[in-house]
């Protein structure tokens, strides 16, 4: 329900330190690794590999700790506890008043913001507060993605990965023009698609904390800001850029350098972008159900959900779960122009006209496909990502 991203980013709902979580995605909108489909009886013309949705490290990850606890919601004693999603920018954000074992009073805020306007960059603000002075520190990092539930007979599920298909190329400390760490940036590769993913962040505490690096054998590298008093202010801006996608552009020496990085956008800035963003979206998508509030609120959740989750690159779609998880492995399925398309004619052009020229785009395939099966014409695929059919029951 908390999910957020732009059409080509997205996050699932999960809270900055990961944990408790079902499924802690971050995932790219058409970014994929394949696999063989494997058939108890095989027949000529079935799809032959499959296609499913990575998930991606998570470059917001951050962790708080306070006179040496750890802030964590399944151990520290909660006194108040607010999530919200914002339609009018976008904004998940997250409220917590805890106690800590030595009886002092914290309210700790994280608000996330994925840019609608800068596809491949987002941001994240915690503020911790205590009601007398305390030890504050902030840990930031990369988390490598979470192992996902298995149910081998959900049609959902049941083909996924049960692989890691991410390979590390290698990470980097980022530093200021004094030599001073201020973020940090880490390089992949899929095994067998060949897409190419660097994502990093930048970071600006708004107190003279301390920051002390940590790194470990092959692992992503950490900040951590330290100080003492009785709060701490963080922005952590992220940024995922990608390569190999059907029809991307990206030059991969580009990827693997990072030099995207710096273009990340002040907190202030990404904020005011986004509200204007959505003022232009709702002047044409709002839905107003007169005598029931409940109604309506689920009616703009669904538009804003559509708005979020579909590509409008021209090289990437509508998923049937859009961004917000892994569902049906993030395939884009036949029926996009059935249940997608009728709401963008009728309030965004501009991503009507991506979502056909994606189509469009895979004519080609779909033309071979008619000719493996000895048609004329073209046969589009029921569930893809790349162009090619992925699905083993159709």
């Not at 309210?107 to 840019?115: G, P």
């Not at 107190?207 to 709060?231: I, K, N, W, Y």
């Not at 029809?247 to 350098?257: A, D, H, N, V």
């Not at 496909?369 to 159709?394: C, H, K, M, V």
């Amino acid at each position: 329900l908390f999910s957020i991203g732009n059409g080509y980013l997205g996050f699932r709902g999960f809270f900055c330190e990961r944990e408790p979580a079902h499924h802690p995605g971050v995932f790219i909108n058409g970014f994929y690794e394949i696999s063989p489909i494997h058939y108890g009886e095989d027949a000529y013309g079935f799809a032959r590999f499959n296609q499913t949705m990575v998930d991606l490290p998570d470059c917001r990850y951050l962790t708080v700790t306070v006179d040496g606890q750890r802030f964590d919601m399944k151990s520290v004693q909660v006194d108040e506890y607010r999530k919200k999603l914002d339609f009018h920018t976008g904004m998940l954000s997250r409220t917590v008043r805890w106690t800590t074992t030595e009886g002092k009073k914290v309210v700790t805020t994280w608000e996330t913001i994925i840019s609608m306007e800068h596809k491949h960059v987002g941001a994240v603000r915690l503020q911790v507060s205590c009601a007398s002075d305390a030890r504050i520190s902030v840990s930031s990092s990369i988390a490598m993605p979470a192992s996902r539930a298995v149910a081998a007979l959900d049609p959902r599920v049941g083909t996924m990965l049960n692989r890691p298909s991410l390979t590390s190329l290698g990470y980097r400390l980022l530093h200021d023009d004094d030599k001073h760490p201020i973020g940090f940036e880490g390089a992949f590769k899929t095994v067998e698609s060949a897409l190419h993913l660097t994502c990093g962040a930048l970071h600006e505490c708004t107190l003279s904390a301390s920051v002390e690096t940590r790194t470990e054998e092959d692992g992503p590298p950490s900040l951590v800001f330290m100080h003492e008093g009785r709060s701490l202010e963080l922005c952590k801006h992220f940024y995922y850029l990608s390569a190999g996608r059907p029809g991307e552009s990206f030059p991969l020496e580009t990827i693997r350098k990072g030099k995207f990085g710096r273009a990340c956008t002040r907190w202030h800035d990404l904020v005011a972008s986004q509200r204007n963003h959505y003022i232009q979206f709702w002047e044409h998508a709002l839905v107003t159900v007169e005598g029931d509030e409940k109604i309506e609120q689920a009616l703009r959740f669904n538009l804003l959900q559509l708005h979020q989750s579909t590509g409008t690159d021209g090289m990437s779609s509508l998923a049937a779960k859009g961004l917000t998880g892994s569902g049906y492995e993030g395939h884009y399925f036949w029926d996009t122009e059935i249940y997608g398309m009728p709401f963008f004619n009728h309030t965004d052009s501009k991503t009507a006209r991506a979502l056909i020229s994606y189509r469009i785009s895979l004519l080609d395939h779909g033309r071979a496909r008619a000719r493996d099966l000895a048609q004329r014409g073209a046969l589009y695929p029921w569930r893809t990502i790349n162009g090619w059919e992925a699905s083993a029951y159709f």
